[in-house]
């Protein structure tokens, strides 16, 4: 585990008040750790998350997007902010020897949301028993991220008008980064990601008698080399695009010529703009490309979320309460966009708000079957949503 920055300030009351349970917090984390559950299959997680957040005095909606749970604390007259953590795990086979690996066969928390619920329920629990706000908190515990679903489900059925936020704030662990290190980007801080399947269609024949036949997979890979002219000659050299061709089958035997190649796209860019133009040239270049070579493209591109665009003045504030709350040490400088995807996009959609990460330390990366989340992150990132609650709730000038 990676040792933390020490918190400059001492006998910081929240600091101590979630020190006092903390272990417990940790033990929560391993049993979630224990037994993941798929996207919108959280039962068990939202059930022991819900009974929790009773417990401490919340009111708690359940059944939002099937597993998803708002809980709202009211004191006073005030603004209302809006925290949102994610309970689903991926379908991996964990490669830990930890004792709290998973129980579930072929699913595992490969991306530390059990951590990020245990980080919320950790302020949770401090906020009822010794928060210092006049205002509404309302708690977001959200399924199915990992198949970019849950989000845009829960605000489909009335998230927001049903539990009206004036900002909405998330975050994600990131390995590499030091653990317990905060990373802030102002305006668009995480990729949209469309994906593309697509058949290229020729004509089988025999591996010996290519003249007689339309090679497919001649007409592939020559759409494979065009591809990535998309991202250095059509798009504007100071935007970022991905396009990553992660999949591509065709054939089985040295000797046939096969009738088609199926190929799988991803799609990653920061701009509306960049986005749109990656739509329209890339089923365009797989047809021409087919075309060429006396075969056809069929393609199916799918839509998958927006870029996450933080809010500047949201960010600003959520920096400053670091800064305040964790010192300027805490804060990486320069924390750089990243190419990844995260449907808390559609949250900052509905509402302004922030997206942060908080680094994990040296830990595997994110979806491997050797990752885990760092106990060592919960302490710092609970304290902090407390401070960002608490600063919020009592600051009317954000
Ligand atoms: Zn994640």
């Not at 906020?127 to 605000?155: C, D, H, V, W, Y």
């Not at 668009?188 to 058949?199: E, G, K, L």
């Not at 991202?231 to 999949?247: F, I, L, Y």
Request: contains cysteine; charged residues 20%; proline residues 5%.
């Amino acid at each position: 585990m990676d040792s933390i920055a020490q918190n400059p300030r001492s006998n910081d009351p929240v600091e101590e008040g979630i020190a006092a349970y903390l272990d417990e917090i940790i033990a929560l984390r391993h049993d979630l750790h224990q037994y993941p559950e798929l996207a919108f299959q959280e039962l068990r997680t939202s059930k022991l998350v819900a009974s929790r957040l009773s417990s401490w005095g919340y009111e708690v909606a359940t059944g939002i997007a099937g597993t998803g749970i708002v809980a709202t604390l009211r004191r006073g007259e005030g603004r209302r902010i809006g925290i949102r953590a994610d309970m689903d795990g991926l379908p991996i086979e964990e490669a830990s020897d930890l004792v709290y690996a998973s129980s579930n066969p072929g699913v595992m928390h490969a991306c530390g949301h059990d951590g990020h619920t245990a980080i919320l329920l950790a302020a949770a629990r401090y906020l009822a028993e010794s928060g210092n706000f006049s205002g509404t908190l309302r708690l977001i515990f959200q399924p199915a991220e990992e198949i970019g679903a849950g989000a845009r489900k829960m605000i489909s059925e009335g998230l927001f008008e049903r539990f009206p936020v004036d900002a909405v704030f998330g975050l994600h662990n990131w390995p590499g980064v030091p653990a317990g290190q905060f990373g802030f980007v102002a305006g668009p801080a995480m990729a949209s990601v469309d994906q593309a399947i697509i058949r290229i269609i020729g004509k089988g024949g025999h591996g010996a008698e290519p003249h007689r036949a339309v090679d497919p997979v001649l007409a592939s890979a020559s759409f494979i080399t065009a591809l990535q002219s998309v991202v250095s000659r059509n798009v504007d050299p100071q935007e970022m695009a991905v396009a990553t061709v992660g999949s591509i089958h065709a054939g089985s035997a040295s000797n046939v010529i096969p009738e088609s190649v199926e190929l799988k796209l991803t799609m990653r860019a920061f701009s509306e703009n960049v986005r749109q133009q990656l739509q329209e040239r890339i089923p365009a270049l797989a047809r021409a490309q087919a075309e060429s070579f006396g075969a056809e493209a069929d393609v199916n591109y799918r839509l998958g979320f927006p870029a996450l665009v933080n809010h500047p003045k949201e960010t600003a504030f959520a920096r400053d309460v670091a800064y305040d709350a964790l010192g300027l040490a805490a804060i990486e400088k320069d924390f750089r966009p990243r190419t990844a995807s995260e449907d808390f996009a559609f949250m900052l959609q509905a509402n302004p708000g922030s997206y942060f990460f908080v680094g994990n330390g040296d830990s595997a990366p994110l979806h491997s079957a050797h990752y885990d989340f760092n106990d060592a992150i919960i302490a710092p990132a609970a304290r902090y949503w407390v401070r960002l609650a608490e600063t919020f709730l009592t600051d009317d000038n954000g």
